[in-house]
């Protein structure tokens, strides 16, 4: 493969774009992960922190929280197709009430409606529990 290159006899050539040197001296393609010598290019970086915390119960919310929601509130179109109806997004908590949570985000206030869920005959809509993530207060 270093004939093929040739940069191996070439030690005084820059190294150009699109390419990269080996320890051994060797010149590869940029999309090389690993050397002939058993050098490793790449790394294996650790995945990354999740910018919320697991999933919390609604009710030990406190005013000023700041919240990330999953909806799962559906309809079901007369063709079969399922169309999610609540909006997911990150939330300030800014009361709670008994049946849900009153919230505030860039788009302005709203409600979340924690009870009732189940499906409703008349709307056509099935409501899910909505999953709630309270945000991570480190970072």
């Not at 051994?24 to 995945?47: D, N, T, V």
């Not at 929601?69 to 008994?98: F, K």
């Amino acid at each position: 493969m270093d004939k093929a290159i040739g940069h191996r006899d070439c030690p005084d050539v820059e190294r150009g774009r699109g390419y990269k040197d080996c320890p051994c001296g060797m010149r590869l393609p940029a999309s090389i992960k690993r050397c002939e010598c058993g050098h490793i290019f790449y790394l294996i970086r650790p995945p990354k922190r999740s910018r919320f915390y697991e999933e919390v119960d609604w009710k030990l919310l406190q005013p000023g929280d700041h919240i990330y929601i999953e909806n799962s509130d559906t309809w079901e179109s007369p063709a079969g197709d399922l169309i999610p109806m609540g909006e997911s997004g990150e939330y300030q908590v800014i009361r709670l009430q008994q049946d849900g949570i009153v919230i505030y985000n860039k788009t302005g206030y709203g409600f979340q409606a924690m009870v009732n869920v189940g499906y409703n005959a008349e709307t056509g809509i099935t409501r899910g529990a909505a999953k709630i993530f309270r945000k991570d207060k480190d970072r």
